[in-house]
C-alpha cells in the first residue's frame, strides 16, 4: 500500500525548539528545500531520515557514542 507524504511536522529535534510544519503539494514529484545556513534544511533532511530509517543520518556516530544526547534541543526537555 503507497502511502504519499502530505505534511511533516517537526519539534524538539536539533535546533527546532518551536514546532515547525513543512506541507507538501499533492501531485508534485519534487520539493526543493533551500535557505541560508543555519535555517534548518539539515534538521528537516534529518526528520526526514528519522522518518524512514529510524536513525539520524548526520548525527549517526557523532559525538559521544550515541545521537540520544543530541536529539533535544537548547531550550527544550530531553
Known amino acids: 500500500m503507497k502511502s504519499d507524504l502530505r505534511q511533516l511536522t517537526v519539534a524538539n529535534l536539533r535546533g527546532y525548539v518551536r514546532e515547525f510544519s513543512l506541507t507538501?503539494?499533492?501531485h508534485k514529484k519534487l520539493c526543493i528545500i533551500y535557505?541560508?545556513?543555519g535555517?534548518?534544511?539539515?534538521?528537516?533532511c534529518d526528520a526526514l531520515d528519522l522518518l524512514s530509517s529510524e536513525k539520524v543520518g548526520?548525527?549517526?556516530d557523532r559525538g559521544l557514542g550515541t545521537t540520544a544526547r543530541?536529539?533535544?534541543p537548547l531550550g527544550g526537555s530531553g
Not at 535555517?39 to 528537516?44: E, F, I, Q
Open 24 to 26: 507538501f503539494e499533492p
Open 35 to 37: 535557505g541560508e545556513n
Open 39 to 44: 535555517t534548518g534544511k539539515s534538521t528537516l
Open 58 to 60: 548526520s548525527l549517526d
Open 70 to 72: 543530541y536529539l533535544a
